[in-house]
């Protein structure tokens, strides 16, 4: 039987930001500035302090200029929309990210909402999630837009297909599902109230895990054939106590069914930094 071929999203993000980074040195001749990312981060989440100096070095490779703020946990509502009032007004910002989960006493709907559409780096404002349904040129969420990215780079036909997506956050899930069926494909999206959930699956084309289990996706789960693409992320220690990433799908039992796999890392979770440097370069193009 044959393997599936492994969808790689680190040498497609290591690609597109080489391409990014001859756009951005274009751009900056062409209009005297380069584009410019504010990532706002509030108390010290070590897994989101590393993320935010993930996205503020790839900016650096591409040649975006970081506008980073770091708050203390105590930052109240009014002080951060202040802030996200003042980058919206700053010309030399065109994409404000609120690096997610905020301290509990913050609302992150309501901030999230004060961000200028044309701003909305991660596509989560209502506005730009609006366009997205709508099937309008817009921002479009990172992850899910890396997704798609991944497919399109693999020549994988979507149009007429069964797509199945596990999960259905706002962050994940649910744009993902309305990118596929933008793209024309048959969406069923199942969650955690989905009975029988491998009788869905059985029957996807492209099967998109989005949930954050370890294993939840086994090998009687995927049609043979089909693409699977894992976008969980899960943390886990083996017996000697070392710790590694590992996604929603049983990887060693299932590449052998599956036609495309994505692995993790080094699959989805790689091209997502990558879209966000893409959104503001493309939000930069927009003013001119
Ligand atoms: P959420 O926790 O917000 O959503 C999880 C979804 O999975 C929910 O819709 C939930 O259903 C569903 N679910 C939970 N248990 C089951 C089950 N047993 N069967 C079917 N569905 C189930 O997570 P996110 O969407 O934010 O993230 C999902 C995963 O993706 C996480 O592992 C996260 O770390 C990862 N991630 C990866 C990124 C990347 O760059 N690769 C970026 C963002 C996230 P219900 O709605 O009914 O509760």
Redesign the pocket.
């Known amino acids: 039987s044959s393997i599936a071929q492994l969808l790689d999203g680190k040498a497609l993000a290591q690609r597109m930001q080489a391409e990014l980074a001859e756009q951005v040195k274009a751009l900056q001749k062409q209009h005297g500035r380069a584009p410019g990312l504010a990532v706002l981060m509030v108390g010290d989440n070590p897994a989101s302090a590393a993320y935010v100096r993930n996205k503020e070095r790839a900016c650096q490779t591409v040649g975006i200029v970081s506008f980073g703020t770091h708050f203390p946990a105590e930052t109240t509502q009014a002080e951060l929309e202040q802030t996200i009032w003042n980058l919206n007004h700053d010309d030399r910002v065109d994409g404000i990210l609120v690096q997610l989960p905020l301290p509990d006493h913050l609302d992150s709907v309501a901030l999230l909402n004060q961000i200028h559409p044309d701003k909305d780096a991660d596509g989560l404002h209502p506005t730009n999630l609006g366009r997205l349904v709508r099937g309008e040129p817009g921002l479009r969420s990172c992850?899910p837009a890396?997704v798609m990215r991944l497919l399109a780079e693999y020549k994988i036909d979507v149009s007429g297909r069964q797509a199945v997506v596990?999960?259905?956050?706002i962050?994940?899930?649910k744009p993902i599902a309305m990118l596929l069926l933008e793209a024309d494909a048959t969406v069923t999206i199942?969650?955690?109230?989905?009975p029988d959930?491998s009788a869905l699956t059985c029957r996807a084309d492209i099967l998109i895990a989005?949930?954050?289990?370890q294993n939840?996706i086994t090998a009687e789960m995927v049609k043979p054939g089909s693409v699977v693409v894992d976008?969980?992320?899960?943390r886990v220690t083996d017996g000697t106590g070392k710790s590694r990433l590992v996604g929603?799908v049983d990887f060693s039992a299932v590449q052998p069914i599956a036609a495309y796999l994505t692995p993790v890392p080094g699959g989805?979770?790689a091209?997502?930094v990558t879209m966000l440097l893409h959104n503001t370069v493309w939000s930069y193009s927009q003013k001119f």
């Open positions: 992850t890396g596990v999960g259905r956050s962050l994940v899930g199942a969650h955690s109230r989905s959930l989005a949930v954050g289990r939840l976008v969980g992320i899960n929603d989805v979770g091209m997502t």
